[in-house]
């Protein structure tokens, strides 16, 4: 346990972590010990059973003695497996049919331009930025680089999110709409 804890920005927000991994340690010393409480950003940390479980199944999946990670994306296991991952997505989520779920790699910074670059296909055609962080700001960012984007609200210094009165919405359509729901603390 280190008394700075990885992620934390401000003296208060330090406090409250560290309460909240004193009261942690207290409630589960034994658990404490092997698990690394992190705030940091990035991929959230996963429940052991979630580990556990890709761990039992990464070998020999979705055949005896292959893994998945040495699976041509061209095989048709691999295949079934995207399927199975975009109607489990579609039906969580309420996805219409006529949407395409696109699963990619790059992290969100790295789809900042495709997202631009892939959606708005009419020259003039305005994207709108609901800026409500650092991330929608990056994508802001980028996505000038290849259009026109209009900017719904900002809500920098990124403490709060927007109302509905707020918001002021462009006369014509967009192709989209960019909305990161992240605020700073």
Excluded at 120 to 128: D, F, H, L, T
Excluded at 144 to 151: A, L, R
Aim: hydrophobic share 35%; with cysteine.
């Amino acid at each position: 346990y280190q008394r700075r804890v990885r992620g934390a920005r401000s003296p208060s927000l330090q406090f409250l972590l560290e309460q909240h991994i004193f009261v942690c340690k207290n409630i589960r010393k034994d658990l404490m010990q092997k698990v690394v409480a992190y705030f940091g950003a990035g991929p959230a940390k996963l429940p052991s059973s979630v580990l556990e479980n890709a761990k039992e199944t990464l070998v020999g999946y979705p055949y005896p003695g292959i893994s998945i990670l040495e699976l041509s994306h061209r095989d048709k296991a691999f295949d079934k497996i995207r399927g199975e991952a975009c109607e489990t997505l579609r039906s969580l989520l309420s996805i219409p049919q006529n949407y395409k779920i696109l699963l990619m790699q790059g992290g969100g910074s790295g789809q900042f331009a495709a997202v631009c670059l892939n959606l708005v296909k009419e020259p003039g055609a305005k994207p709108v930025y609901i800026i409500t962080g650092s991330w929608s700001e990056k994508a802001y960012e980028e996505a000038k680089k290849y259009c026109e984007p209009y900017v719904a609200v900002n809500t920098k210094p990124y403490t709060s999110l927007p109302n509905s009165e707020q918001i002021k919405w462009p006369s014509e359509p967009p192709p989209y709409v960019y909305y990161l729901s992240l605020i700073h603390i």
